[in-house]
């Protein structure tokens, strides 16, 4: 196999890139926003506006170069349940959506505890669990109706092939729904009576059918194309360095949502309040990980369109300790209920200093969800924040541990989910972080963090 046509679907975005193996690198690629539709029974994902760019991106792909296998990687937190035709019986639901906290209350007396799914409680529809919960009590006819649930990227590989199935690295993240220890469903699966409903479970490296006929011939890609199980975005940006480095190990997957995940880690009790949690990589190992909304958070304090950076407004921030405490948006991290805090007045930044100030906070955040997960030896950051100078700088000043780069591509996931392919040219592309920082940057970490101890103290909360 020469050429993998990638599927990656983030809550923000969602592309169809094309990867060359032998170089291990994309070649082309189409985006898209990955829009949310607000009515009907709930605000869900456009599925169908999905479908059609997939569809149109596949075949303006092959033309360019003929594609030899397909691949597909999506955000987590996401379920599709159909009915016995094949169709959705209820929309894929909005994990953003705040529906199911209206039943948080017995959604806490049903779900398994954390030490045996490595799941923390999360609001909204960020636990699966909680999803299908809800979606079983307020619209019990249509949950009636469902004969099978997969994780997200699976039914898009469904979609594709016909086959329905689920694979470990979906499952494993904070669903509630899979127990990594005894890598086998939760008991809360089997108490709600849910296990039938689910479809096999496989290994997201397994060839799991062909393009269907109809779709072959609507794209141009050859009939019985073989299509991959798929796998969990984070995970994605995992795989390549699991391959192909020794632990111990950190991966910074950055996007919509910052996840880092620890290979090799000190064994630390993961705190679920802080959004610390177990995933599943796609060896179906557990892997300790923490998350934060990062990429909202920038997209809110700076825009879409940031300033250029510049050290020396980088330099003035430092010198001026100008600095935004957490947490930007809460709900989520590790400081969920602290509310954000400009310390020297955000209406005083010039565009360049609050872009370094945010990078700076960003990094930060980060550094604090790897000292809780016991994350040691090299970071690798992988996806848009790989780009970011300032960012890269103060996560090494605020770890005192080499940081690397993987500027191969924009994001991480769509190379991880080409990995998956028999044949790939592994090679991670990440460049270490050269810049020195000097003890001023360390210094401001330092002082980040002693602040925000006694931010977050004032209210009780974590520190």
């Known amino acids: 196999?020469?050429?993998v046509a990638v599927i990656d679907i983030g809550k923000t975005n969602a592309k169809v890139a094309l990867v060359d193996l032998d170089r291990f690198e994309e070649i082309a690629v189409r985006k898209t926003a990955n829009a949310v539709v607000d009515g009907g029974l709930y605000p869900h994902f456009d599925t169908e506006r999905l479908w059609r760019f997939i569809l149109d991106g596949l075949?303006?792909?092959?033309?360019e170069r003929p594609v030899d296998a397909i691949s597909v990687t999506t955000h987590g937190a996401t379920a599709a349940l159909l009915d016995e035709t094949g169709e959705l019986a209820l929309p894929?639901?909005?994990y953003e959506f705040a529906g199911p906290d209206a039943l948080a209350d017995d959604y806490d007396r049903a779900r398994p505890p954390f030490a045996e799914t490595g799941s923390a409680r999360l609001p909204m529809g960020l636990n699966v669990?909680?999803?299908?919960f809800w979606q079983q009590c307020m619209f019990p006819e249509h949950f009636a109706r469902v004969a099978t649930i997969l994780t997200y990227a699976q039914y898009w590989s469904y979609r594709l092939t016909g086959v329905r199935t689920n694979e470990l690295t979906?499952?494993?993240c904070h669903t509630d729904l899979w127990n990594p220890k005894a890598a086998s469903f939760s008991a809360m699966v089997e108490e709600q009576r849910w296990r039938h409903l689910f479809a096999p479970v496989r290994r997201a490296g397994d060839v799991i059918g062909g393009l269907l006929p109809p779709l072959a011939g609507e794209t141009g890609l050859s009939r019985g194309l073989p299509v991959y199980c798929g796998i969990h975005d984070s995970n994605a940006s995992l795989l390549p360095h699991l391959l192909t480095r020794r632990a111990p190990f950190s991966v910074v997957s950055t996007g919509t949502w910052v996840v880092m995940l620890a290979v090799g880690a000190d064994a630390v009790e993961l705190d679920e309040h802080r959004d610390t949690l177990v995933n599943v990589n796609a060896l179906g190992d557990p892997v300790p990980s923490a998350?934060?909304?990062?990429?909202?958070?920038?997209?809110?304090l700076v825009g879409d369109n940031p300033p250029p950076p510049s050290r020396e407004a980088e330099a003035r921030v430092l010198a001026a300790r100008h600095m935004l405490l957490p947490s930007v948006p809460g709900g989520s991290g590790p400081f969920p209920s602290a509310n954000p805090l400009w310390t020297t007045g955000e209406e005083k930044l010039t565009p360049s200093e609050r872009?370094?100030?945010v990078s700076f906070h960003l990094a930060l955040m980060t550094a604090t969800c790897l000292d809780l997960i016991g994350a040691k030896g090299e970071i690798v950051v992988e996806g848009p924040f790989a780009a970011n100078d300032a960012y890269l700088r103060m996560l090494a000043a605020a770890s005192g541990r080499p940081v690397?780069?993987?500027?191969?591509?924009?994001?991480?996931?769509s190379l991880g989910a080409a990995c998956l392919v028999a044949g790939a040219r592994v090679r991670t592309g990440a460049e270490p972080v050269t810049d020195a920082t000097g003890e001023v940057y360390a210094d401001y970490a330092d002082e980040w963090r002693r602040l925000t101890a006694a931010h977050v103290q004032a209210d009780g909360r974590p520190s």
């Open 1 to 3: 196999m020469k050429t």
């Open 59 to 63: 075949g303006a792909l092959n033309r």
């Open 92 to 94: 894929v639901l909005d």
């Open 129 to 132: 669990g909680a999803q299908l």
């Open 170 to 172: 979906s499952l494993g």
């Open 291 to 300: 998350r934060f909304m990062g990429g909202r958070a920038f997209s809110l």
């Open 355 to 357: 872009l370094a100030v």
């Open 404 to 413: 690397l780069a993987n500027r191969l591509s924009s994001t991480g996931t």
